[in-house]
T-cell receptor
Framework: GAGVSQSPSNKVTEKGKDVELRCDPI?????LYWYRQSLGQGLEFLIY????????KSGLPSDRFSAERTGGSVSTLTIQRTQQEDSAVYLC????????????FGPGTRLTVL | GDSVTQMEGPVTLSEEAFLTINCTYT??????LFWYVQYPGEGLQLLLK?????DKGSNKGFEATYRKETTSFHLEKGSVQVSDSAVYFC????????????FGKGTKLTVNP
């Protein structure tokens, strides 16, 4: 079946612009995660959605970052007033119900802030 | 907080050599442990996992045993191939809360023919 998909695959933006990154999880998966992969910080958790529960936003690095998940499926990660340190690969993952279930990762969105 | 420490490499081996990548963790409760692999130009894939002490995860000739007494989950393969060249990440998920993955920094493996 279809895996996790993300768009765009690459995004180049200018410092100060807003960007939106999209994630389509595997159908039927209730848990959705956003992670960030950068050279300096490795792989780090950003935000977690589970069904209709309030999201866990504890990993968001600043209030410029926000995310939503509509209809329990598609999720959008928004970064406002981008900075050069936001340059990274943003990964989305979904799992059937819980984090202990296998998390399946999308191919990522490579964000470059000039 | 929870953390994972793994040898960072890079590791360079010849084909058919034995591989060990060390991984230790610090966590409250009883974490599930994972090895993920990222092949060049590809996304993260689950390689193997173990959910309780003394469990052995295995896949594609790779093995790792969950050792609670040493808080370790070392990755091993008896005979590596060129196609195993990739970055390997050790990770854990703890009980409760958001059950997010906590990753080690990754180990880049290069296998030469």
């Amino acid at each position: 079946g279809a895996g996790v998909s993300q768009s765009p695959s690459n995004k180049v933006t200018e410092k100060g612009k807003d960007v939106e990154l999209r994630c389509d999880p595997i159908s039927g998966h209730t848990a959705l995660y956003w992670y960030r992969q950068s050279l300096g910080q490795g792989l780090e958790f950003l935000i977690y959605f589970q069904g209709n529960s309030a999201p866990d936003k504890s990993g968001l690095p600043s209030d410029r970052f926000s995310a939503e998940r509509t209809g329990g499926s598609v999720s959008t990660l928004t970064i406002q007033r981008t900075q050069q340190e936001d340059s990274a690969v943003y990964l989305c993952a979904s799992s059937l119900a819980r984090g202990r279930d296998t998390q399946y990762f999308g191919p990522g969105t490579r964000l470059t802030v000039l | 907080g929870d953390s994972v420490t793994q040898m960072e490499g890079p590791v360079t081996l010849s084909e058919e050599a034995f591989l060990t990548i060390n991984c230790t963790y610090t966590a409250t409760g009883y974490p599930s442990l994972f090895w993920y692999v990222q092949y060049p130009g590809e996304g993260l894939q689950l390689l193997l996992k173990a959910t309780k002490a003394d469990d052995k995860g295995s896949n594609k000739g790779f093995e790792a045993t969950y050792r609670k007494e040493t808080t370790s989950f070392h990755l091993e393969k008896g005979s590596v191939q060129v196609s195993d060249s990739a970055v390997y990440f050790c990770a854990l998920v703890t009980q409760g809360g958001s059950e997010k993955l906590v990753f080690g920094k990754g180990t880049k493996l290069t296998v030469n023919p």
